[in-house]
């Protein structure tokens, strides 16, 4: 059985740092895709970054050089850096896993409804 448990959030502000975790069981990253999301209020649920099951990574680019993704298979935790926050990247954040990861699978890996494992999500709150 796949969860995910996510923790990190919290309050900062504009230009601060925050690292978000997801702690994983019933994953197996080498065939697993594996993103983070985020939904602001009135808005829709939408990617930040992803890793396909290849260690390949992807970014939306509103985040572009400012967040960083990573695993840690040992520790079974998959990771995203937030560096030079802003207040629109004020969202509730969430770990999501696709028990599928194929090549063809790359060009949807930023689309929510891909994945089919979902963490209950950690708030960030960036004031200026």
């Known amino acids: 059985q796949v969860q995910l448990v996510e923790s990190g959030g919290g309050s900062v502000q504009a230009g601060g740092s925050l690292r978000l975790s997801c702690v994983t069981s019933?994953?197996?990253?080498?065939?697993?895709?594996m993103g983070w999301f985020r939904q602001a209020p009135g808005k829709e649920r939408e990617g930040v970054a992803a890793?396909?099951?290849?260690?390949?990574?992807k970014y939306a680019d509103s985040v572009k050089g400012r967040f960083t993704i990573s695993q840690d298979n040992a520790m079974n935790t998959l990771y995203l850096q937030l560096n030079s926050l802003k207040p629109e990247d004020t969202a509730m954040y969430y770990c999501a896993a696709r028990d599928t990861c194929s090549r063809r699978d790359w060009w949807a890996l930023l689309l929510p409804s891909i994945y089919n494992y979902w963490g209950q999500g950690t708030q960030v709150t960036v004031s200026q």
């Open positions: 890793i396909h099951s290849d260690g390949s990574t």
């Open positions: 019933g994953v197996t990253y080498s065939t697993f895709c």
